[in-house]
């Protein structure tokens, strides 16, 4: 007996995001200041219903980081982060992003993407 089933819906959204800043003295940033700047996009546009939004932060390399939100809230996200610019010239904009994980990582080699040391 074969049993077969089709995911139609996934309950997430992966966002591929790409974080800017002009403050060149400290460049660098990780998960709490990240999360800082997407709960204050969330907030800008939501008020408090926005920073209620769970956000899963996956991996930040470089400039790059992979966020993962719940589907019905993703275009409450996209739209947060389109129209946000944070103090001192920070943005955080969106570089893709897809309903499947893999979707976002076909181009980046899978063994140096989730490896441990970055």
């Not at 790059?64 to 939100?69: G, I, K, L, P, Q």
């Not at 103090?87 to 993407?113: C, F, M, P, Y």
Request: charged share 20%; net charge negative; glycine share 4%.
């Amino acid at each position: 007996m074969e049993v077969t089933s089709t995911i139609r819906n996934s309950p997430y959204a992966y966002l591929q995001l790409f974080v800017t800043r002009t403050d060149l003295r400290n460049p660098d940033y990780d998960d709490i200041t990240l999360r800082a700047y997407l709960n204050s996009a969330l907030s800008q546009y939501l008020g408090l219903v926005g920073t209620a939004i769970s956000i899963d932060i996956l991996k930040i390399q470089d400039s790059d980081a992979w966020v993962r939100v719940p589907s019905d809230d993703e275009s409450a996200v996209i739209a947060a982060l389109s129209q946000w610019t944070g103090a001192q010239g920070v943005s955080v904009r969106i570089r893709n992003r897809s309903h499947w994980l893999g979707h976002l990582t076909n181009n980046v080699a899978d063994e140096k993407l989730w490896s441990l040391e970055s």
